[in-house]
């Protein structure tokens, strides 16, 4: 049978007692600081809370049909009820019994028959621990929250700022620009159709973006040269992955950054630069970025020369297996270039796709 005692007085609590005099004992002793409501049985109190939510339950441990026990543990099992504090009412003082009643979930004990001045300080002491719980929760959110919107900032702050030095890589020479977002792209497509993760994926695009950042301390009259270059030019253009790894190697937030740009123009038979890597010495990503910046190079357009025709780009890449490129990453590339039936990769159609 349920019971409810007192006005509203701010904070609600629920007593549950097979005795409908200890309902009221309780009731005595807290209504005049708080509204109390009783319940004589656990599925009566289970039903209660079906429609309201008290802010503190005092529950008998001995009841007929269901135990305090158990109706602490189908408390904890549903979200709206599982942060109730609940204090066990009990006229057995046995130390298994205390400790069975924490181990399901309660807050505290309070013995039976009840004291006035005990009651209420325990009562008093659980509120404001409950209270002081859920604002510590509360708290934890919010910071949570605001650090997540710090992460997602930093984020984006990193995703600009790397969108911004390609840019200012390409804008070096008007006959690349975009290269650096075609060869990021490309080499993300790769990673995903050889099943990498999506960071993996993520970290080779923003490899890719910045593969050619060397190329900032690369005089312009070289970079912008029409026609070839000479001995001392090459070597000079051939410093550019070296100068991008030292640009790069301070960046801890994505480690391993550089890597695409040391070695992306090292080769598959040890014939590249500037380590002269072979073969599996060449980091897996850089291998990717590799094959991808190579197939950009033939599909672009250059100063000294047009986009070359998909035929002949395709013929390349299969003539570079083993020798230029890893013939994994060369199989995807040939695969990506069959299903290109209208040469959508190439810088023309892709310019003209966003103007």
Same mark, same amino acid.
Request: net charge negative.
């Given at each position: 049978?349920? %019971?409810?005692?007192?006005?509203?007085?701010?904070?609600?609590?629920?007593?549950?007692?097979?005795?409908?005099?200890?309902?009221?004992? $309780?009731?005595?002793?807290?209504?005049?600081?708080?509204?109390?409501?009783?319940?004589?049985?656990?599925?009566?109190?289970?039903?209660?809370?079906?429609?309201?939510?008290?802010?503190?339950?005092?529950?008998?441990?001995?009841?007929?049909?269901?135990?305090?026990?158990?109706?602490?543990?189908?408390?904890?099992?549903?979200?709206?009820?599982? /942060?109730?504090?609940?204090?066990?009412?009990?006229?057995?003082?046995? @130390?298994?019994?205390?400790?069975?009643?924490?181990?399901?979930?309660?807050?505290?004990?309070? #013995?039976?028959?009840?004291?006035?001045?005990?009651?209420? &300080?325990?009562?008093?002491?659980?509120?404001?621990?409950?209270?002081?719980? &859920? %604002?510590?929760?509360?708290?934890?959110?919010?910071?949570?929250?605001? $650090?997540?919107?710090?992460?997602? /900032?930093?984020? !984006?702050?990193?995703? /600009?700022?790397?969108?911004?030095?390609?840019?200012?890589?390409?804008?070096?020479? *008007?006959?690349?620009?975009?290269?650096?977002? @075609?060869? *990021?792209?490309?080499?993300?497509?790769? *990673?995903?159709?050889?099943?990498?993760?999506?960071?993996?994926?993520?970290?080779?695009?923003?490899?890719?973006?910045?593969?050619?950042?060397?190329?900032?301390?690369?005089?312009?009259?070289?970079?912008?040269?029409?026609?070839?270059?000479?001995?001392?030019?090459?070597?000079?253009?051939?410093?550019?992955?070296?100068?991008?790894?030292?640009?790069?190697?301070?960046?801890?937030?994505?480690?391993?950054?550089? #890597?695409?740009? !040391?070695?992306?123009?090292? @080769?598959?038979?040890?014939?590249?630069?500037?380590?002269?890597?072979?073969?599996?010495?060449?980091?897996?990503? *850089?291998?990717?970025?590799?094959?991808?910046?190579?197939?950009?190079?033939?599909?672009?357009?250059?100063?000294?020369?047009?986009?070359?025709?998909?035929?002949?780009? &395709?013929?390349?890449? !299969?003539?570079?297996?083993?020798? /230029?490129?890893?013939?994994?990453?060369?199989?995807?590339?040939?695969?990506?270039?069959?299903?290109?039936?209208?040469?959508?990769?190439?810088?023309?159609?892709?310019?003209?796709?966003?103007?």
């Amino acid at each position: 049978m349920e %019971h409810t005692f007192g006005d509203s007085l701010g904070h609600t609590i629920l007593v549950v007692d097979d005795s409908d005099v200890n309902i009221e004992i $309780a009731a005595k002793i807290l209504q005049p600081f708080y509204k109390v409501s009783g319940c004589t049985s656990g599925k009566e109190a289970l039903q209660y809370m079906e429609e309201q939510l008290p802010d503190l339950i005092l529950l008998d441990i001995h009841m007929p049909e269901m135990s305090g026990f158990e109706v602490v543990r189908q408390l904890k099992q549903k979200e709206k009820t599982c /942060q109730i504090p609940v204090i066990f009412l009990t006229a057995d003082v046995e @130390r298994d019994t205390e400790m069975r009643g924490f181990e399901v979930g309660a807050m505290d004990f309070i #013995t039976k028959p009840l004291s006035k001045d005990i009651t209420l &300080r325990r009562v008093g002491r659980v509120m404001e621990l409950s209270h002081l719980q &859920r %604002h510590l929760e509360h708290e934890v959110e919010k910071q949570t929250e605001k $650090a997540r919107q710090r992460k997602e /900032q930093v984020e !984006r702050l990193i995703d /600009q700022m790397i969108n911004a030095l390609a840019n200012a890589i390409d804008a070096k020479d *008007a006959y690349t620009n975009g290269h650096s977002v @075609r060869v *990021a792209a490309y080499s993300r497509e790769i *990673a995903r159709r050889l099943g990498k993760s999506e960071k993996e994926q993520e970290d080779i695009y923003y490899m890719g973006l910045l593969h050619d950042i060397g190329k900032i301390g690369i005089p312009d009259e070289i970079i912008k040269k029409a026609s070839g270059l000479n001995a001392d030019e090459y070597t000079a253009i051939k410093e550019h992955p070296a100068i991008g790894a030292k640009i790069l190697h301070g960046i801890t937030e994505i480690p391993g950054l550089d #890597t695409g740009v !040391r070695w992306h123009h090292e @080769r598959y038979d040890g014939k590249g630069y500037p380590d002269g890597l072979k073969g599996e010495e060449i980091p897996e990503l *850089a291998r990717i970025i590799g094959i991808a910046d190579a197939y950009d190079a033939m599909a672009s357009k250059r100063s000294y020369r047009d986009v070359l025709p998909q035929n002949v780009v &395709r013929e390349e890449i !299969r003539k570079g297996k083993n020798v /230029q490129f890893d013939p994994r990453f060369a199989d995807v590339m040939l695969q990506m270039i069959d299903e290109d039936v209208d040469y959508q990769m190439c810088q023309q159609e892709k310019e003209k796709k966003k103007s």
